[in-house]
């Protein structure tokens, strides 16, 4: 069972190192190899491979993170414009001048019946 285990493991990592190397970025290597390199090396020699692969795919991320933690993702929201609609400040404006005319119509009616009476 021990056994089993292990081999599961070490194909499961050949698995993601194999599935990272065809995603990675043709400009972004590690070490500056030819992606295709890193992805045939990944499967001949595969667990040896992979594991090399893998440690030099994240020394080389490593490098570029900042010091401080987590990698920002891109701008902050506020910073794109508005996510939802009730954040975008058209839309809102919209939604007063409907507000306000649905007002007006409905003192409008009510005026109306009131002068027919």
């Not at 043709?26 to 992979?50: D, E, H, M, Q, Y």
Request: aromatic share 8%; proline share 10%.
């Amino acid at each position: 069972m021990p056994r089993l285990i292990a081999v599961i493991v070490l194909v499961a990592i050949v698995v993601y190192a194999f599935i990272v190397a065809l995603r990675m970025n043709p400009k972004r290597t590690p070490a500056g190899i030819n992606k295709w390199v890193w992805v045939i090396f990944t499967i001949l020699p595969p667990i040896v491979g992979s594991i090399i692969f893998l440690v030099a795919n994240y020394m080389m991320n490593a490098k570029q993170r900042p010091a401080g933690g987590r990698q920002p993702r891109g701008p902050r929201p506020r910073d794109r414009g508005p996510i939802a609609p009730d954040d975008d400040p058209e839309f809102l404006k919209g939604l007063e001048e409907e507000l306000r005319r649905a007002q007006y119509d409905k003192k409008l009616r009510e005026h109306e019946d009131d002068t027919d009476s």
